[in-house]
């Protein structure tokens, strides 16, 4: 996320005056083990006065709440550690500017520790061990930061105090959204824009929605094959779908009720994307509750589906094939039909053919992300013990600026797996819009609850089929329509509060059990002063990066195919912490029925605002935009085969803490980007000229 621009002063240290900078024999040594934490009983947050010359850097309505001064530990440079009720924020004693790899936003956060580390007493030392004092903190976007207090200054302890304060408020309207308020960035209805963007699948954009039409329900519209649906208006029928719906035109608002009660959470079949052209159409739903026997049927539902399967268009007789894509493995989905859930028959659904996709749950994707970013911590030039991968490995072995985006591929990184879910997701979704664009099938996505593994098949399945999600605009109204209206969890996902005021508790172990999360290593002359606390494990169940990880898939696409995006890898990282920030209102909470109940969009600014307002200002220049974008050259589907499909690392993301010179905008395209701003310069100068000049030749 971009920083505020910010003045520099000539003020003196913003820290206490009785706090010195570290001496060479304080500052970090080696690695310890996790300490135990001190939980003890926390007064209600106040705000305290601003020091002078940090004004300058405080977003609209931040205040500070805590302060210590320490050293970060990844980069050995002093410096004050403010927590605000947006942010941990560390400024440099030096350069007096904000530090990016020490600020992190307090969502971004997943966990954090207190730890000591004692260095081993010689012989003839007293018995007493010194120790050091720090505070891990382990963020979701890929970083391991490491801030190292003096000893009895209570500094750390205000710090960490402040931090199990704020860092997971226990109330949604705790968070900085609803302290900052819309601002400037105010939000449209998202229920006007998914409306608009039905029509436009319609193909009857000469209709626009508004506000009013949204509120006297004259939002409905059809063409031949399809219709847009308010039987779920009240979101009584499915509190977590939006409150319109695509439906096949031959179906009626009475089948739809009966067909929702033989789906998982009432997710029955709905479109989501459709061919104008063809009458195909990609659809989502949850899995069918066939019960224990698998034997279990609807007649409403299999007319619903069957609906999906209009006549092949050109003459040509009998109608089309349909694929039911179950996202889960084969043995996952029998294994629901224990609880009621399992998956449909090809036998009772028309012209059709069941496929398994094998793509693993939330838990196994957290985990491996897990996995990922110890990896990264490890063999990384930067990390969080203080020390390059090359030093630590004697200065010749593997690291220190050699983990690449490139070497680092799916064979290197099989341990941790991320990479391996990447393909996987990448190869469903490519087969999906084969299907779609080949055969003019139509395609039925579902998971287990259809709002996992089924936004991310089906979102990127679009991304493929049509180019009007490849440019900013479509990939706003992709993001709102097949993740934000069709209700993934943000808030579960996230491991954010939820809108009843029972909050989660902040996870403080990860759930992997094979690699550890402590980025903390062993090394000579150092021993651990505890046991790591394993009895202490606290993480929510339900967080997990899926939205991350789609995200991430959609990085690779615009690295196979260059000139098919309007927008930059520089835009999916701004954006991806833009929504792990929680610092607009589009990403809370779990469903649109939750934003709308509690009028979220009025009471939060908007994220899209937000970035339209950042390329507002520099034009056509910025980083959003993608320089190589030619959509002349892809005007149709994006079919990879599979064999390209072979992911790497997304360096502007995996990449910018652990290894910054690997995450910098490619070579090439700086110098593209630098040519670029050289002519708009020349352009303006001789525009600024050209009048004087006409004049000139004319006489």
């Not at 007493?121 to 963020?139: A, F």
């Not at 990860?510 to 903390?520: C, E, I, R």
């Amino acid at each position: 996320m971009a920083m505020p621009r910010n003045r520099r002063t000539t003020t003196t240290s913003l820290r206490d005056s009785d706090t010195t900078r570290l001496p060479d024999s304080d500052k970090i040594e080696g690695a310890g083990s996790w300490d135990a934490l001190e939980w003890t009983k926390i007064d209600p947050v106040v705000s305290r006065p601003v020091p002078h010359g940090l004004s300058d850097f405080l977003y609209e309505a931040e205040e500070v709440l805590a302060e210590g001064y320490g050293v970060l530990a990844n980069t050995d440079e002093a410096g004050t550690l403010f927590v605000t009720n947006f942010r941990l924020l560390f400024l440099s004693e030096g350069s007096r500017d904000i530090i990016k790899l020490g600020t992190i936003p307090l969502a971004t956060i997943e966990r954090f520790n207190k730890i000591v580390i004692k260095q081993q007493s010689g012989p003839r030392q007293s018995d007493k061990t010194p120790t050091r004092r720090l505070l891990q903190v382990i963020g979701k976007d890929m970083r391991i930061i490491i801030f190292a207090f003096r000893p009895r200054t209570k500094q750390r302890r205000a710090v960490f105090e402040a931090l199990l304060r704020c860092a997971r408020p226990s109330r949604l309207w705790d968070l900085y959204a609803f302290s900052s308020g819309p601002s400037r960035f105010s939000n449209i209805s998202p229920r006007v824009r998914l409306v608009n963007e039905y029509l436009r699948l319609l193909g009857v954009e000469s209709r626009h929605s508004s506000l009013s039409t949204i509120e006297d329900g004259s939002f409905t519209s059809s063409n031949n094959w399809w219709r847009i649906s308010d039987v779920n208006a009240t979101y009584d029928m499915c509190p977590t779908y939006p409150f319109s719906l695509l439906l096949p035109k031959s179906i009626r608002d009475e089948d739809v009720l009966q067909a929702c009660k033989f789906r998982a959470r009432g997710r029955l079949p709905v479109i989501s994307w459709c061919d104008g052209r063809t009458g195909a159409v990609l659809a989502r739903s949850s899995q069918p509750l066939v019960g224990l026997m698998m034997n279990m049927r609807s007649n409403a539902d299999e007319n619903l589906v069957g609906a999906l399967c209009t006549e092949l268009p050109g003459g040509k007789r009998g109608r089309r094939k349909l694929y039911i894509a179950d996202a889960r493995p084969r043995k996952n989905a029998l294994a629901n039909g224990a609880m009621g859930g399992g998956s449909e028959s090809s036998a009772n659904y028309f012209q059709s053919e069941i496929v398994f996709f094998g793509i693993d749950n939330i838990h196994a994707m957290r985990e491996s992300l897990v996995r990922l970013r110890d990896y990264l911590d490890t063999h990384g030039t930067k990390s969080s013990d203080g020390m390059s991968s090359f030093l630590r490995h004697g200065g010749w072995t593997w690291g220190g600026g050699n983990l690449s985006s490139m070497s680092a591929s799916v064979s290197t990184l099989g341990d941790s797996g991320w990479l391996i879910h990447i393909q996987n997701v990448l190869a469903g979704s490519a087969w999906i819009a084969a299907r779609v664009a080949i055969e003019s099938a139509s395609v039925l996505v579902h998971c287990s609850d259809g709002w996992d593994r089924t936004s991310q098949l089906v979102a990127l399945a679009s991304l493929l089929l049509d180019p009007y999600y490849r440019t900013i605009k479509g990939f706003q109204a992709l993001v709102e329509k097949d993740w934000l209206a069709f209700g993934h969890p943000f808030s579960d996902r996230a491991g954010m509060a939820s809108l009843m005021g029972s909050g989660l508790e902040l996870p403080r172990q990860s759930s992997s059990t094979n690699f550890p999360s402590s980025p903390m290593r062993q090394t000579p002359g150092t021993f651990p002063s505890q046991s790591p606390m394993s009895n202490q494990t606290q993480t929510s169940n339900h967080y997990s990066p899926i939205f991350l990880q789609w995200v991430d898939c959609v990085s690779q696409l615009l690295r196979m195919y260059p000139f098919a995006f309007e927008f930059s890898s520089a835009y999916l990282v701004d954006f991806l912490d833009c929504t792990l920030s929680c610092r607009f209102g589009n990403f809370l909470c779990n469903s649109e029925k939750e934003r709308e109940q509690y009028g979220v969009s009025d009471a939060c600014g908007c994220l899209w605002m937000y970035l339209d307002d950042m390329r507002a200002k520099v034009g056509s220049s910025h980083v959003h935009y993608n320089l190589f974008y030619d959509p002349s050259k892809h005007e149709g589907p994006l079919l990879p085969p599979a064999a390209a499909l072979a992911p790497t690392l997304w360096p502007q993301f995996h990449l910018r803490w652990s290894c910054p010179s690997e995450a910098q905008t490619g070579e090439v395209e700086a110098q593209c980007r630098s040519l670029v701003e050289k002519i708009s310069e020349l352009q303006r100068v001789m525009d600024k000229h050209t009048p004087s000049s006409f004049c000139y030749y004319s006489l």
